[in-house]
């Protein structure tokens, strides 16, 4: 006898299943056409869904292009408000880095070829994931005394969201190792209250 519970979690996983179908069609699609030239009927016939479930899953067109961007946005801010104790805003940023790398999937590149074809839709993206570092300001103003508006967690912050979307856009060539170095040098010329900070633990 299958359980509610056994059910509730198949039906996720085909909802799971149907969300990514929808992703993967239209990534290639916008890879393949461009994001103007592809329709929400075109998504649909290729995931092999109708265009209302399409809207159901992702309202907009640029909701949809922005999913995986937006996800990865959202992730970043987490690991910088509820990081390990003990770590600084660095720490907390370098092993976020590291864990996105090393899990990038196919669909990820997809997606990555899509910016490509798309720069309109990268700029909103990259401009999305600044918004997320630019709160880091705040966090890094607090651990060097200074005034989050101030010019030197404004410059960490900005360079930061540079770094992120670099390494995130091209992981194949990403040194984190040199980019966090910079990072820390730059943040220590400009932060001089901030305490030193060793490579993120576990990373």
């Known amino acids: ?22 992703l993967r069609s239209a990534y290639r699609l ?11 009927a075109d998504i649909a016939e290729a ?6 479930t399409v809207t159901l899953y992702f309202p907009s067109k640029l909701e949809l292009a922005l999913a995986r961007s937006d996800a990865l946005a959202d992730r970043l801010g987490t690991a910088l408000r509820e990081r390990q104790q003990g770590w600084l805003t660095l720490d907390a940023l370098e092993h976020w880095l590291r864990g996105e790398i090393a899990h990038r999937s196919d669909l990820d590149d ?6 490509e074809l ?27 005394g200074s005034a989050p508006d101030s010019f030197g967690p404004r410059m960490v912050a900005t360079t930061a969201a540079a770094i992120v979307a670099e390494l995130c856009h091209d992981p194949e060539n ?20 901030s305490p030193g900070s060793e490579a993120a633990p576990g990373a």
């Open 1 to 22: 006898m299958v359980t509610d519970g056994a059910r509730d979690g198949l039906r996720e996983r085909s909802k799971a299943r149907r969300r990514e179908a929808i």
């Open 30 to 40: 916008f890879a393949e056409r461009g994001f103007d030239a592809t329709t929400i």
């Open 47 to 52: 995931a092999e869904v109708s265009p209302r």
């Open 110 to 115: 997809l997606s990555e070829r899509m910016f």
């Open 174 to 193: 990403a040194d984190v190792d040199a980019a966090m170095a910079f990072l820390r040098a730059g943040a220590a010329a400009l932060l001089p209250a």
């Open 118 to 144: 798309n720069p309109q839709i990268r700029a909103v993206s990259n401009g999305r994931l600044a918004e997320v570092v630019q709160e880091g300001a705040r966090l890094f103003a607090e651990e060097s």
